[in-house]
């Protein structure tokens, strides 16, 4: 038998929204928390987590830049000369996702996601080690550099199985005894709803399942663990989409060359543009401010959600849409999709969740980065517990 396992568990897009009037996971983790989110993706929000630090410091933002030197994409440009019939098929760019993952040894999360082949040399991929492996940060350490630097046995998920066999590889960990610290991460929810959007019946049928896995992983560490000390939150939630918005018609129709006046990357709620002369930057300022379905975020707010990056890295200019719209056709995407996240931070759907069977959460925790204190705070007790070697 072992003193105490910290048990953290996060269920992506598991959103405040989703769950407010849901009794997820209410009997085993009572204390409720809502939670801001970071601005982006779970490019960004999950090494926040991870880390405790702001996109700012640890340069984990969005996945696509513009950087044609140092482009590993080069290779591919060749691509362009097959049929879009054949090349935007989803099986195709799944295909040479995996390809392309193995030659260029990526070992984060990767996806060509719909770039075209044209200008894929003009950009890099900025999640070229997993956040979830020590070292694994662009910028600065996270949780699992502390927990190795500390030598705490952990289990983290292996984000290339599946949830059923992440749920059974953490209770086996459980039932040898082998971690004092626990990291699970489950996407499947967040698949759920950018699929049948977050008012489907089918949303509280899998929170069901989440419950009785998590009950299986409890019942497993009471026979182990003295305590246990679960953490269950998310990344950020989601909203329906209801709008679409054809930007890229919209910038494709004005006299400018891409790669050659500007480059953009169209995200699914965002626009990222990088200037090479100035009738390019007044041309699409101007066409941007007059869109009524996003608006250019200035720098101060941007400041503000610790997603000003000084040498404009991620895009020298920002616009976002309002929840509820999707960009599409856009990098991410050639159709629709029913639902989506990476809105304002502040926007309803937003905000994300932080769950626990703890009596209470500290005042101080109220964005998801704070998640990491918990987790640090928890190891910390795990070494000073520790029998004298
Ligand atoms: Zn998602």
Redesign the pocket.
Known sequence: MKPVLPLFIMV??CGWEIVRNDPFAKSFAPTRKKLGSVFG??STCVPSILSGRWPDEHRNWCYFVYDPVRSPFRSLRWLKWLPTAVTSRRIFRRWLTKFVKVQLKFRGYFDLYNIPFKYIHLFDFTEKKSPLQPEGMNRGPNIFDFLTQNRIPYFVTDTSQSEESNRDALIASIESERIDFAFQYWAGL??L??TVGNQSEQVPAKLRVYEQWIEQVLQAARGHYEEVKLYIFSDHG?ANCDEYLDLKAKIDALPLRMGVDYAVVFDSTMARFWFFNDQARQLITKTLQEVPEGRILPEAELREHRAYFDDGYFGELIFLVREGVLIVPSHMGERPIRA??GYHPTDPQSYATLFTNQPSIPDDITHIPHIYRLMENAARERIRDRPPA
Do not use: I, V
Request: charged share 20%.
């Open positions: 992506d897009a993706y779970s967040d698949g709803l950018h989601m989506m996240h």
